[in-house]
């Protein structure tokens, strides 16, 4: 049986900066003589939106696995292939300068149907800057980290960019590394599930998660009060509720006023809806 961490083309490895992705990057590294090959890159795309204990995890992995990891982000330019640019752990945003850029030249808010976040600040992002070094790598060629245990995001990706899946490596597997690996991602591993992890209030996680962390850290809510604020005032009235991340569930706004009355006002049981970023 082939190693499907053995890479034999240009391969771009998109790190989220979660606990899979960087154990299926430490993979390649043991697959490719303890060092990334030339033709693969590793890429972190920043939104701005991910906790600094994310940001510190990145530059963790590149400094003790010694490989290059590009640190890039979405910036607004005419033209389209100049719409990324390249930072570091020191200069990497915190605030959520790339992902409000970007809603700033669109006229409604990303949501579950249309997340055209993940494929502007993540995808394309990594697709415009391997293109502007000269790799000859697509938007749709990138290695995400996805478990065999994630059957629904699975489903949805081509198999040769999963290699986890093909190793048949679960949510067990990587809890067991981390545990016992001399460093590690410092947010709460509950069950497996970083809950942290990503932009912090991702629209894509389940309500009761972006309470209990608006509860945990109130201020968190404010980035994304503030985006549905501004678009509230500009956007398009034929596109409905285009001003609000959900439709389904009521405003941050008012899930910070729940959070801070501590109400539990969500369903414990509801699940995450899949998307690209990964863990």
């Given at each position: 049986?082939?190693d499907?961490?053995?890479?034999?083309e240009?391969?771009?490895?998109?790190?989220?900066?979660?606990?899979?992705?960087?154990?299926?990057l430490w993979?390649?590294?043991?697959?490719n003589?303890?060092?990334?090959?030339?033709d693969?890159?590793?890429?972190?795309?920043?939104?701005?939106?991910?906790?600094?204990?994310?940001?510190?995890?990145?530059?963790?992995?590149?400094?003790?696995?010694?490989?290059p990891?590009a640190?890039?982000?979405y910036?607004?330019?005419?033209?389209?292939?100049?719409?990324?640019?390249?930072?570091?752990?020191?200069?990497?945003?915190?605030?959520?300068?790339?992902?409000?850029?970007?809603?700033?030249n669109?006229?409604?808010?990303?949501?579950?149907?249309?997340?055209f976040?993940?494929?502007?600040l993540?995808?394309?992002?990594?697709?415009?800057?391997?293109?502007?070094?000269g790799?000859k790598?697509?938007?749709?060629?990138?290695?995400?980290?996805?478990?065999?245990?994630?059957?629904?995001?699975?489903?949805?990706?081509?198999?040769?960019?999963?290699?986890?899946?093909?190793?048949?490596?679960?949510?067990?597997?990587?809890?067991k590394?981390?545990?016992?690996?001399?460093?590690?991602?410092?947010?709460?591993n509950m069950?497996?599930?970083?809950?942290?992890?990503n932009?912090?209030?991702?629209?894509?996680?389940?309500?009761?998660?972006?309470?209990?962390?608006?509860?945990?850290?109130?201020?968190?809510?404010d980035?994304w009060?503030?985006?549905?604020?501004?678009?509230?005032?500009?956007?398009?009235?034929?596109?409905?509720?285009?001003?609000?991340?959900?439709?389904?569930?009521?405003?941050?706004?008012?899930?910070?006023?729940y959070?801070i009355?501590?109400?539990?006002?969500?369903?414990?049981?509801?699940?995450?809806?899949?998307?690209f970023?990964?863990?």
């Open positions: 049986m082939s499907p961490f053995k890479i034999i240009p391969t771009v490895i998109s790190f989220s900066g979660g606990r899979t992705s960087a154990y299926m993979r390649v590294l043991q697959s003589n303890g060092k990334l090959p030339e693969a890159i590793v890429c972190f795309a920043n939104t701005g939106k991910e906790e600094e204990a994310t940001l510190e995890f990145v530059r963790d992995c590149g400094e003790k696995w010694n490989v990891i640190w890039i982000e910036v607004w330019a005419e033209e389209p292939k100049d719409r990324f640019k390249v930072v570091d752990f020191k200069t990497a945003s915190r605030n959520g300068e790339p992902f409000e850029e970007l809603l700033n669109k006229t409604m808010l990303p949501n579950p149907v249309a997340r976040c993940s494929i502007e993540k995808i394309r992002t990594i697709a415009k800057y391997c293109k502007s070094i790799r790598i697509t938007e749709h060629d990138a290695w995400v980290g996805i478990r065999a245990d994630e059957h629904r995001r699975a489903s949805k990706i081509e198999p040769h960019r999963i290699p986890l899946v093909a190793d048949n490596i679960s949510v067990k597997d990587i809890s590394f981390w545990k016992e690996n001399n460093f590690d991602l410092k947010l709460p069950n497996g599930k970083t809950m942290h992890g932009c912090d209030l991702c629209f894509l996680k389940p309500a009761y998660q972006v309470q209990s962390l608006i509860q945990e850290k109130p201020s968190r809510a980035w009060i503030k985006m549905e604020d501004i678009a509230k005032n500009k956007t398009d009235k034929s596109l409905g509720q285009g001003h609000m991340f959900r439709q389904d569930r009521p405003s941050y706004k008012k899930m910070k006023q959070a009355s501590q109400q539990d006002m969500f369903d414990q049981d509801e699940e995450g809806i899949a998307c970023c990964g863990d």
